[in-house]
């Protein structure tokens, strides 16, 4: 039989995570947000180190109000590691799961002193090993204060916003990082991170998301779209 007429109009779809447009995602991003950096404020990588830690189901605008003082406390993981837990949970209480948080900054601070030399590594392995330190906070740190590249952040906005964009299927944030890896240049880890966390805070956000700003919105299949440029 002939193809009907809806046959012969349909075009093949290009795969999500062709290298086309994968990188037309890349490009937009970047033009949308130049020159993005870290939103946890932080003067060394031991401050970062904690300050990640802390952003664990806590906004990064709640962290930014509270290490100034935990810092002017405790200055050094030295300090840190001396310092009582009832004394460390008072400074960080605001965050939530705080007695579980200084468990593990002080266990952290200890690791440091005493395996590392004061020093946060350098290193996926030995980063670690530092207590309450998984592959996030592990590649916040060597990304965003050693300029390190050894994988791709995964928070709640990146496993939003990866599914949303068809990059992944995967709802593990291990698995959706192996994913990530395997589609984008690694010269873009980095700033592919930070570029999409800010776009999931400020446009892609999780309700409701803004889609007639979007930039990225023509890329966009999302079943939850609240506007669509094909439908004008």
């Known amino acids: 039989m002939p193809p009907t007429a809806p046959d012969q109009k349909r075009r093949p779809q290009k795969k999500p995570t062709s290298p086309e447009r994968v990188t037309a995602i890349l490009d ?17 990588a031991w401050e970062l180190t904690v300050a990640t830690i ?47 948080k200084a468990k593990s900054i002080q266990g952290a601070a200890r690791v440091v002193t005493e395996e590392f030399g004061g020093k946060i590594p350098r290193t996926m392995e030995d980063i670690l090993h530092l207590p309450g330190v998984a592959r996030k906070t592990a590649n916040v740190v060597l990304g965003s204060f050693y300029g390190i590249a050894a994988g791709v952040v995964v928070d709640t906005h990146v496993m939003r916003l990866s599914r949303r964009l068809e990059l992944t299927k995967e709802t593990k944030p291990e698995k959706i990082e192996r994913d990530l890896m395997k589609i984008i240049p690694q010269d873009r880890w980095i700033n592919f991170s930070h570029e999409l966390i800010h776009h999931g805070r400020q446009v892609c956000v999780a309700r409701k998301p803004r889609c007639a700003d979007c930039t990225l919105e023509r890329l966009c299949n999302s079943k939850d779209k609240t506007w669509s440029s094909a439908a004008r």
């Not at 033009?31 to 939103?39: D, E, I, L, S």
């Not at 200055?75 to 009832?86: D, I, V």
């Open 28 to 44: 937009l991003l970047a033009q949308t947000y130049p020159g993005v950096v870290c939103a946890l404020n932080h003067r060394n």
């Open 54 to 100: 802390l952003s664990a189901q806590c906004t990064d605008v709640r962290v930014n109000l509270i290490t100034p003082a935990l810092f002017r406390a405790f200055p050094t993981p030295k300090a840190m590691a001396a310092a009582s837990l009832p004394e460390i949970e008072e400074l960080i209480r605001t965050t939530g799961f705080f007695r579980n």
